[in-house]
């Protein structure tokens, strides 16, 4: 699926070090997989390999990292006349505000 699709499934995509993290924003849960040149968009399957769920959901990040998620929930435009906000595709920076 592509990122406007697990939109539609509840979770924010979000594009960070080569990583592709699905994140729900009411729940905390997060779930990631290498973005590996595009192949992570042939996995639809949440629970099977190679997504990797985090047991302890967005706790299991740094401070930074969690502020970054809480941003992106909050400040995310995906779909407002873009497929993926610079939010989300990592091109805004905690640093750069």
């Not at 941003?71 to 779909?79: K, L, M, N, Q, W």
Request: glycine share 10%; charged share 25%; with cysteine.
């Amino acid at each position: 699926m592509i990122a406007k699709e697990w939109w539609e499934h509840g979770y924010k995509t979000i594009f960070r070090n080569g990583m592709v993290y699905l994140y729900r924003p009411l729940s905390g849960v997060v779930i990631s997989t290498p973005i590996d040149g595009g192949k992570w968009q042939c996995f639809d399957d949440v629970n099977r390999r190679p997504w990797h769920k985090h047991p302890q959901g967005i706790d299991e990040f740094s401070e930074s990292m969690r502020e970054d998620f809480h941003r992106v929930a909050c400040e995310c435009y995906c779909g407002q006349g873009v497929d993926l906000c610079d939010l989300c595709a990592g091109l805004i920076c905690l640093e750069t505000r």
